[in-house]
């Protein structure tokens, strides 16, 4: 049998204790999205876990629980995260941020905007965790080069896009929250003209 | 309407509109299937074979059916009747009945209160099963017939054996100046889709079953419930929701599909699955591993006289799509270049791995590198560059192919001109220092299937819409949006007609109740076919609310206009209503306004057995041309950048189709460069690295530059002339990138990927090449004999099958 096959979910766990401690919760208050959160999970759970089917937080998505896809990436600390390696334990009383936080009220984020105008979501499931990077690298650099995006999301797979309509996203949103006029280019709309 | 062959004269079409879902989808609210949570859900686990091929001996569910919080445990005789997605291969199971064919097929099912509880039932099922020989490549699969994978197929292990000749490919070969011979390999890759397949089942009191998917084709997935649940398809719902991706890999009807179907039927709750990331790698259907050989005869200048092509493939454990796959790695050669004689070899053996299936190009990808990196070296025996025995040699626009393929517009002189000017290819094609290269490499893919995956004699596709008073239009169709934006063309073409902007337009999808029949979004034709219904279905609208408001306005109803959401008077448009008065008008003439289109293909005119796949109707073009580095002491290859240029036809979004083509360009890079599905023979048939960290896909860091050029030549079955643009750019990727490599070192790598270790092997070698050395020895058997329609052909084959000496 191929190990992993037998996993539940990624994570290989003792099956047994996972069952035993389902049983018995414990109880935590999370801050996400700037709302203080009280939830009563099992101790194993994971930050995932809590956010998608505890808090209904859906749009943080999972591509393989195991750490490799960066699709489930959240804000912990302002920091970007993998929500299927952190224990929810380990995050109680610590700023959490989630795609569903970047708005401000009615208004998407500089970046949501630039990513659904240039095409940077196509299937939208890589979106959710690419947008809670970015927003994590342009929080630290306002004028990020080409270069500094593609490090800072090198650990988030996208398989529809090829990734260039996201960097050019990013820079677009970049220089947006300098100036709001700021449009992208003819060849990011149109391709090249001969 | 009036529409100029330039675009002009459209407002909507050909405009770089904001996807209409692409806001919901960056805010993390579009609801893939594993986000729907339904009161009192059940969790479903599926217990998966650990051995590649063996009998299934006993099935102990026991243990598992006396857990707490078990609710139901289901083998393989709860669920005898067989499916599949080709009427042709109906040779699944929801769960293996009497034996198991890949490491990964299920066995067995357990629904539970929670996934821990499912997952510990799951383990706790016993199987005890009497091992077979497992065939683990297309070698194995051939020399031993026994014992046998499926007790259906041509022989043996060999699913299907395809022979066609159009033409006389021996007097081609006869009549040429010279004949070249080349043997390539292309290797298995999957799909890789972020979003794993997952699946909701739920049943009401009155009986009535809902499964929400994460399925390119909901029609497929309510067929294979109908038939397997043996229930009235009228009780059946199927709801697909949009994928976090499919590139093919979620067109086949799944048996987790049907077991949470059958689960929430017999327990009365709602049941999901989603399946782990090693089960989708173990799911697979993607592309075939092809192993092909080519010979062609050409004249000094080029010319193509004849060309003989065999291709093997390794199929895996089932049918899905794969006789389908077989006869496309044999049918798109003849769309680019005149292929004066053709003939095609094609066979698919079963195997007990994965079964493979559509992935994006579906079959093509495969033929097209062999083919493309074959003409590379023909030019260059030829002494001709590249890029001019191409331009030399195109298949004509509106002509007939060998394989009587009909060729609609053809664009291709204009992608090759543009990436060759782009690219700056004639001051760098070997002009450049060592260890830089550039290559080049052309192809062609369909606009959806000429013919339907079941025989029957309706549209393959509709489209319905709903006019409200307030002035919004509600859209119903069938399709799916994967990603690839087909709910944004949808919504452009409807506003296009009507004049009106698309976010005033509500698309309602993929949902057998709701929605007309849509075939599915696969082999590229969402676009084409869809919009041909709906611009079907907008006009029959227009002409209700032309009349009414003709009538109001007191002029005749060819002078009524629509734009900018006004119906108006096209001799003095002052005289207008607002669209939604016009809509009122046409209510209170007309009564409820709702109108209807459909989509129907052209006739093939291929009428051999075997021409129901290739006809399309219309076919798409691309060029690319791919920069290089390669370092001789590595081997490792480094693409700076790629020029592709896309014939669209008519491009209804620049940034989708730019979308579709960085995509594209992308996956054929990995295809290219690193991805490999690939199993362990000496380790029970498991795959080599089923996780996303350890199968090779290209990151942030290793995709290069795209430079994007779309060409517009209009075809006259599109929507607006609209083509395909979703799976063609990727499929001359993989060539121009073999050629480039050859270009920077000198070495001839005929089998993808291209990894570091062939480069140096091949630098090593002799030959300075790394590929396969031969192909089996297999009887094929005589051709079905078509003659071309240079030859007086009517696309029917000849009665006569014997070879063609011995008729002449
Ligand atoms: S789900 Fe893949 S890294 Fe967390
Ligand atoms: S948009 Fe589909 S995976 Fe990134």
Redesign the interface.
């Known amino acids: ?2 190990q ?7 994570r290989g766990r003792d ?2 204790a ?2 035993h401690s ?1 049983r018995s919760k414990v109880h935590l208050r999370l801050r996400v999205n700037g709302e203080e959160q009280e939830v009563a999970c099992a101790p194993h759970s994971t930050l995932l876990e809590v956010l ?2 505890d808090l ?11 750490g ?2 960066g ?1 489930c990436t959240v804000l912990l600390d302002g920091r970007p995260q993998l929500s299927c390696l952190l224990l929810t334990l380990e995050c109680e009383g610590r700023p959490i941020v ?3 936080g ?2 401000e009220g009615p208004r ?1 984020h500089p ?3 630039a ?5 940077a ?8 965790g690419i ?1 809670c990077a970015a927003r994590s690298l342009l929080d630290a650099r306002p004028s990020p080069t080409r270069q500094e ?3 800072a ?2 650990g ?12 050019e996203a990013v820079e677009l949103a970049a220089r947006r929250m300098k100036d709001p006029a700021a449009q992208p280019s003819e060849e ?7 | 309407m009036a529409v100029g062959s330039d675009g002009r004269g459209l407002r909507v079409v050909g405009k770089p509109v904001r996807k209409v879902d692409g806001l919901s989808k960056c805010a993390g609210v579009t609801l893939f299937a594993d986000d729907i949570v339904l009161p009192r859900m059940l969790f479903c686990k599926l217990h998966r074979a650990p051995v590649p091929h063996a009998r299934i001996v006993r099935v102990d569910i026991s243990k598992a059916a006396r857990m707490p919080g078990v609710m139901a445990v289901l083998t393989g005789k709860d669920l005898p009747i067989p499916f599949g997605i080709l009427p042709v291969s109906q040779d699944e199971h929801a769960l293996c009945l009497d034996k198991v064919r890949f490491v990964g097929d299920p066995v067995a099912a357990v629904a539970a209160v929670d996934e821990d509880t499912a997952f510990d039932a799951m383990n706790a099922i016993e199987v005890e099963y009497e091992p077979l020989d497992a065939m683990m490549s297309i070698e194995e699969a051939i020399r031993k017939p026994s014992p046998r994978i499926h007790e259906y197929g041509d022989e043996g292990n060999i699913h299907k054996k395809i022979a066609l000749e159009f033409g006389d490919v021996e007097r081609g070969f006869h009549d040429a100046d010279q004949v070249f011979e080349d043997t390539f390999y292309y290797e298995g890759s999957t799909h890789l889709p972020m979003e794993q397949h997952a699946a909701v089942a739920a049943v009401d009191p009155d009986g009535k079953l809902t499964v929400w998917s994460s399925t390119q084709t909901p029609h497929y997935v309510h067929r294979a419930l109908a038939k397997v649940l043996n229930m009235p398809p009228a009780r059946i719902r199927v709801i697909a929701c949009p994928n976090g991706g499919g590139f093919g890999g979620k067109s086949d009807p799944f048996n987790h599909e049907i077991v949470v179907a059958k689960l929430s039927l017999l327990i009365g709750r709602p049941v999901k699955v989603t399946l782990t990331r090693e089960e989708v790698f173990y799911c697979h259907r993607g592309r075939h591993p092809v192993l092909m050989q080519i010979k062609t005869g050409v004249t000094r200048d080029g010319a193509i006289k004849a060309m003989h092509f065999k291709s093997y493939l390794d199929g895996g454990g089932y049918g899905s799509y794969g006789v389908a796959s077989t006869y496309y790695t044999g049918a798109l050669q003849t769309v680019t270049y005149p292929v004066e004689n053709y003939k095609f070899d094609g066979l698919r053996c079963f195997t007990n791995k994965p079964p493979c299936g559509p992935k994006r190009g579906h079959g093509t990808p495969q033929p097209r590198f062999a083919l493309e990196v074959h003409l590379d070296k023909i030019a260059e025996r030829l002494g001709i560059d590249p890029a001019a025995l191409r331009l030399g040699h195109l298949v004509p626009p509106q002509s007939l192919t060998a394989n009587y393929l009909r060729v609609g517009s053809m664009g291709l002189a204009k992608c090759i001109d543009a990436v060759v000017e782009g690219s700056g290819w004639k001051q760098k094609f070997r002009h450049l220092p060592s260890g830089k290269g550039i290559g080049l490499a052309c192809s062609s893919y369909i606009c959806g299937a000429g013919l339907p995956i079941y025989w029957n004699n309706m549209p393959h596709t509709g489209v319905q819409l709903k006019l409200d008073r307030g002035g919004g239009v509600a859209v119903f169709c069938g399709e799916i949006d994967i990603g690839q934006g087909s709910d944004t063309v949808l919504a452009q073409v409807v506003a296009e007609v009507l004049g009106i902007d698309p976010y005033d337009i509500r698309i309602v999808f993929g949902d057998t109740d709701l929605t007309p029949v849509d075939l599915g979004s696969y082999s590229s034709r969402v676009t084409l076919m869809m919009g041909n219904a709906a611009i079907q279905a907008a006009e029959r609208a227009r002409e209700l609310l032309a009349t009414a408001v003709s009538e109001k306005l007191g002029i005749p109803a060819e002078r009524v206009g629509f734009g900018g959401g006004q119906v108006f008077d096209v001799e003095g448009p002052e005289r207008a209503l607002s669209f939604a008065d016009a809509v009122v008008a046409a209510e209170a003439r007309f009564g409820t306004i709702g109108t209807v289109g459909s989509y129907t293909p052209p006739p093939s005119a291929a009428r051999y057995k075997g021409s129901g796949v290739g006809p399309s109707p219309a076919y798409s073009y691309s060029a690319a041309v791919v920069e290089l580095d390669v370092d001789p002491r590595t081997g490792w290859v480094r693409v700076d950048r790629v020029h592709l240029a896309h014939d669209v036809g008519r491009c209804i979004n620049p940034v989708l189709v730019v979308g579709q083509v960085e995509g594209s360009v992308y996956m054929g890079l990995g295809e290219a460069l690193m991805e490999e599905q690939v199993f362990r023979a000496n380790r029970g048939g498991v795959h080599r690295q089923p996780s996303l960290l350890e199968y090779k896909s290209p990151t942030t860091m290793e995709m290069p530059d795209v430079v994007t050029y779309i060409i517009e030549d209009p075809d006259p079955n599109g929507p607006f002339g609209a083509k395909e643009v979703g799976q063609g750019p990727l499929l001359p990727i993989a060539p121009a990138v073999v050629n480039a490599v050859y270009d920077a070192v000198g070495v001839r790598i005929d089998e993808v990927p291209v990894t570091p270790e062939k480069i140096l092997k091949a630098l090593d070698s002799p030959a300075k090449r790394f590929g396969p050395k031969g192909v089996p020895e297999v009887r094929w058997p005589d051709p079905i004999r078509v003659p071309t329609p240079w030859e007086g052909g009517t696309g029917r084959a000849a009665a006569d099958r014997r070879p063609a000496e011995a008729r002449r």
């Open positions: 049998m191929p992993n096959v037998k996993r539940r979910r990624g099956s047994a996972a069952s389902s998608r089917e209904r937080l859906t749009g943080t998505k999972h591509g393989c629980e195991l490799e896809c699709t989630t795609v569903e970047l708005a998407p970046l949501q905007i990513f659904a105008e240039l095409g979501a196509q299937c939208g499931y890589c979106t959710p947008l995006i593609r490090e999301l090198s988030n797979l996208c398989r529809c896009t090829g990734y260039l309509k996201i960097f990011t709309l149109h391709g090249r003209r001969l």
